[in-house]
């Protein structure tokens, strides 16, 4: 937790499992921001009891400015801060994974490795946005912005607005790209290098677990609550990391592929293409609801020997 003046919570148990990756530890003392921000906030509290009191628009202005200039150069430090955190890691950690990077989310949830991380405003930080929401309004009505819209404007708003939250609830359904060789896989940790055997999930929540074998991803499933998971994603064995809805998609599994954690099954977006290369192998191939028997056998496999 992030206060104005100090850091809460588990700071040494963060501290202690960040270090083994290589991050920094954190320390209040390395931050001048708590050292400036109670000054910040308490200019703002004398600001906003002036205007409150003398009811002047230059005040008003000079607040919402002032608060408007705050809020973003807070963000870009926090961002800075973050990104620093995330990419300077000590070349001698104990635990290295080549291309990965863990800065943390600025706001909202960001899957680390094996951590979920959040960033989201604590009680006091959904007070300053309210504030801040409060003196927006107040800054619109005063300076008559608000009385250029007439009532018509208004109703057209009004009925166009349902329309814009389904089409914003409708976009960004597909999967996330993987980036190959900057991301480790969310079951083995592994590199993710090969752009023919990668595959991920995403959550009811909107969360994104990425794997770089379909039998890293069915361990996954297997470890967690399958009601849960909103899509599947395998790479098009024919696309280098080209991803394709695993439900639909037609699976050839055969020793000869070769896949990054021995699951040796290839996916394919239509059934002739998975025919085709079914017969170059002198096997058969597989739908979705087939192929979970025998990458399951495999997933076994490879978690018993990686113990």
């Known amino acids: 937790k992030i206060w104005a003046s100090k850091l809460a919570g ?3 148990i963060i501290n202690g499992l ?10 209040a003392k390395d931050f001048i921001e708590f ?7 308490v200019f703002f509290a004398v600001i906003f009891v002036l205007v409150a009191l003398f009811g002047k628009k230059g005040f008003l202005y000079v607040a919402f400015w002032a608060f408007v200039i705050f809020g973003v150069v807070a963000m870009v430090d926090f961002w800075r801060w973050e990104y620093d955190y995330g990419h300077n890691l000590d070349p001698n950690a104990a635990i290295k994974v080549p291309g990965m990077a863990y ?12 951590f979920g991380a959040y960033s989201i405003p604590a009680l006091g930080g959904w007070l300053f946005i309210s504030a801040g929401v409060l003196l927006l309004i107040a800054t619109l009505k005063e300076s008559n912005f608000l009385k250029k819209f007439k009532k018509k404007n208004i109703a057209t708003a009004a009925v166009l607005l349902p329309f814009v939250f389904l089409l914003s609830s ?5 999967p996330e790209p993987i980036s190959l060789n900057k991301e480790a896989c969310n079951f083995c940790k592994m590199n993710i290098s090969d752009g023919r055997f990668g595959a991920e999930i ?11 074998d379909i039998v890293c991803m069915n361990g996954f499933i297997e470890a967690n609550d399958k009601n849960e998971i909103k899509s599947y994603y395998v790479s ?11 439900t639909t998609a037609f699976y050839v599994q055969h020793e000869s592929l070769r896949s990054p954690m021995a699951g040796n099954v290839a996916a394919f977006s239509t059934e002739d293409n998975a025919d085709k290369f079914a017969k170059e192998k002198n096997t058969t191939y597989a739908n979705w609801q087939n ?17």
């Open 10 to 12: 588990d700071v040494d």
């Open 18 to 27: 960040n270090h083994y990756i290589g991050m920094k530890t954190l320390h």
């Open 35 to 41: 050292t400036v921000l109670p000054y910040i906030l």
């Open 103 to 114: 800065q943390p989310p600025l706001i909202g949830f960001k899957q680390l490795l094996n």
């Open 170 to 174: 409708c976009g960004n359904q597909g």
């Open 202 to 212: 995403i959550t009811k929540k909107g969360r994104v677990y990425k794997f770089d």
């Open 236 to 246: 098009d064995y024919n696309k280098e990391n080209f991803l394709i809805d695993a």
């Open 291 to 307: 192929v979970n028997k025998f990458y399951t056998n495999n997933s076994s496999h490879n978690e018993h020997h990686e113990e």
